[in-house]
């Protein structure tokens, strides 16, 4: 009696646990499922400011005080299989510019980009050698009415960690959202 009540408590476990692991799952694919929809209805302005991963990079940099208080929208560099941007639904509303969507009259954009920092080297116990990095967003934020970027910021997430137990090189988590939205706030207070 007590082997199957262990038995029933165990499979009971690992049911809710793979009702939680799927719904969690769905909900990820559903917010990047809504992110490219939402990317594609993003106004007509700012998709041919960016058709591509790089084009954030082609504009110049003059360094200014970008003075948009509420007026702009958080979009990621690169993501979207069709273009150069992904728009940022959670990002935006934590922000409180999700109102400004589709972008017609924004005066800025925050355009996030990914990038790894090498931070050191893994040697095993037989001299092979494996990297480790620290992953970041770049920052830029961008005038649409000038066409340039007035800043740049770098925000860095957590060091790789001290060993590695697989194959391959290793990273660090990216920055939090949190991180990322208080980094926003500060630079466009």
């Not at 990038?115 to 092979?128: A, N, P, V």
């Amino acid at each position: 009696m007590n082997n199957k009540k262990s038995i029933y408590i165990l499979i009971s476990l690992i049911v809710i646990a793979a009702a939680g692991i799927t719904i969690w799952g769905y909900s990820v694919l559903n917010n990047i499922e809504n992110d490219k929809e939402q990317t594609l209805n993003l106004s007509k302005r700012i998709l041919e400011y960016f058709p591509d991963h790089l084009s954030i990079y082609k504009y110049p940099v003059e360094p200014a005080k970008p003075t948009w208080q509420k007026d702009y929208l958080v979009i990621e560099n690169g993501g979207h299989d069709e273009l150069g941007i992904t728009y940022k639904a959670k990002w935006n509303e934590k922000l409180g510019t999700a109102a400004n969507y589709p972008g017609e009259d924004v005066k800025g954009l925050v355009v996030i980009a990914q990038d790894m920092l090498e931070r050191g080297e893994y040697i095993s116990k037989l001299g092979q050698k494996d990297k480790a990095y620290q992953r970041n967003y770049i920052i830029s934020y961008f005038d649409m009415g000038n066409k340039v970027v007035v800043a740049r910021d770098t925000l860095y997430g957590e060091e790789p960690p001290s060993n590695k137990r697989s194959t391959g090189s290793v990273a660090g988590e990216f920055p939090t959202d949190q991180a990322v939205v208080d980094a926003i706030s500060n630079r466009l207070q």
